[in-house]
C-alpha cells in the first residue's frame, strides 16, 4: 500500500501562480511514476502532468507552458507549479501513483483549487 499526502493548493486570483506537492510512503519502491490528476465539477478526471523518477514528464495540452511538474525520487515528492491560471483550471486536484505514465494505481484525498476572476 502507499500512502499519498497533498498540501498546497487554495484560492488564486486568474494569472496567479500555485504550488502542489505529494509525498509518497508505505510501498513506496513500487512506484515508478507519480503525478496529478484534477476534476473539475460535473467533469471526469483528467490527467494533468505526471514524471517518472528518470524525470520523463507528460503534460495534458490544456497546461503545456504554463505548469511544470517535478520530483524529488529521494524522498518520493512530486511536485506540481501552476502559474497563469485560468477560471477553468477549477478543479479538486489529486495525486497519484502508478507503473505507468497514467498513474492512477493510488490516489491522495484531493486538494481544492479555485481561479477566480
Known amino acids: 500500500q502507499v500512502h499519498l499526502v497533498e498540501s498546497g493548493g487554495g484560492l488564486v486570483q486568474s494569472g496567479g501562480s500555485l504550488g502542489l506537492t505529494c509525498a509518497a510512503s508505505?510501498?513506496?519502491?513500487?512506484?515508478?511514476?507519480m503525478g496529478w490528476y484534477r476534476q473539475a465539477p460535473g467533469k471526469q478526471r483528467e490527467l494533468v502532468a505526471s514524471?517518472?523518477?528518470?524525470?520523463?514528464?507528460k503534460y495534458a495540452d490544456f497546461v503545456k507552458g504554463r505548469f511544470t511538474i517535478s520530483m524529488d525520487s529521494a524522498k518520493n515528492t512530486v511536485y506540481l507549479q501552476m502559474n497563469n491560471l485560468e477560471p477553468d483550471d477549477t478543479a479538486v486536484y489529486y495525486c497519484?501513483?502508478?507503473?505507468?505514465?497514467?498513474?492512477?494505481?493510488?490516489w491522495g484525498q484531493g486538494t481544492h483549487i479555485t481561479v477566480s476572476t
Open positions: 497519484s501513483v502508478g507503473r505507468t505514465m497514467y498513474l492512477r494505481d493510488y
Open positions: 514524471i517518472s523518477s528518470g524525470n520523463m514528464t
Open positions: 508505505g510501498r513506496a519502491y513500487s512506484i515508478y511514476f
